[in-house]
């Protein structure tokens, strides 16, 4: 079965031509992290497609990468709130980009707000029926809106980002020495009970990453304090409803992108061969066309 790296940024150095986030320490103005030297890292470990999200909610490089190499790329965009609302941001990003889903951290509503009254339901009702697949990063409070949104929208698909860890990035995030994002959280998070439950809510339409384990850890790789957080999840979601992910190009230098992706057999040794080809690729063949 095909191998695939299910969660990963490619952009250019900012530009008017090629706007962008940047945010000094990790993403400055000039950095730039290119499709073509990222092939050559799939290549040199087995991949055969990878999901690209950008940083921000520009999408014209996604959409030139996937033009110019058919076959090997799926692109998910980064939600804008700035922008219309509803089916018409949607579906004019699905058809002029080629995305096939859209990242939200948190869907910027209160905690307690009835998921209804959101201004993003209309969104996520029309990546529904377009099926689209939901790309979340988002703290606690937002994963309780996002569980009772998908109980509105069944059959809403839905990628929990990074083993389903729910940081405030915007308030808890720090970058370490290699230009990564760390967060200073206990291990197991507090709200992995909260993971667990949802995962059980929707057991045809949830999805969780592993991945972003350098960003969590507190040990050297091959991150053994992350073992009680993989197995749970395991237990929660099962393999068919996991991706194994390597956050490129944060992971580039330390530890590098083969280990990156190794982590699935360093901390869930024991699944069958089978399940194992639905980690490191299947589960994202069911849910992206490359």
């Known amino acids: 079965m095909a191998v695939v790296d299910a ?20 993403v400055p103005a000039e950095r730039e992290e290119l ?4 092939l050559g890292a799939m290549d040199s470990a087995g991949v055969d497609h990878a999901v690209v999200v950008p940083l921000s909610a520009h999408d014209r490089y996604l959409a030139e990468i996937l033009v110019d190499f058919p076959g090997r790329f799926a692109g998910v965009g980064v939600y804008d709130d700035s922008a219309e609302v509803g089916a018409t941001q949607v579906a004019r990003r699905a058809e002029e980009a080629g995305i096939q889903g859209l990242r939200f951290y948190g ?16 969104v996520l009702e029309a990546m529904r029926d377009l099926d689209m697949k939901v790309w979340f990063y988002g703290s606690p409070d937002q994963v309780e809106l996002l569980d009772e949104a998908m109980r509105l929208l069944p059959g809403l698909k839905v990628v929990l980002n990074h083993l389903g860890f ?3 990035i915007w308030m808890e995030l720090a970058i370490d020495e290699y230009m990564r994002p760390r967060f200073d959280i206990p291990l197991p998070p507090d709200s992995l009970e909260l993971i667990e439950r949802v995962a059980a809510n929707h057991p045809d339409d949830l999805y969780v990453h592993i991945s972003g384990q350098y960003a969590f850890t507190q040990t050297p790789y091959p991150h053994p304090d992350m073992q009680e957080v993989v197995d ?13 992910a390597s956050d490129w190009p944060w992971i580039k230098v330390q530890p590098g992108h083969g280990e ?15 399940e194992r080809a639905a980690i490191r690729g299947g589960t994202a063949l069911s849910l992206f066309s490359f």
Do not use: W
Request: hydrophobic letters at 45%; charged letters at 25%; aromatic letters at 12%.
């Open 166 to 168: 729910c940081p405030d």
């Open 7 to 26: 969660h990963l940024h490619l952009f250019k150095a900012h530009s008017e031509d090629y706007p962008r986030l940047v945010f000094e320490g990790m």
């Open 35 to 38: 499709a073509e030297e990222f």
């Open 260 to 274: 990156v992706l190794a982590l699935v057999d360093h901390l869930l040794p024991d699944i069958t061969p089978e």
């Open 107 to 122: 869907f910027g509503a209160e905690p307690g707000q009835a998921a209804e009254s959101m201004d993003v339901f209309p």
């Open 232 to 244: 749970r999840i395991y237990r929660a979601f099962g393999a068919h409803r996991m991706l194994n």
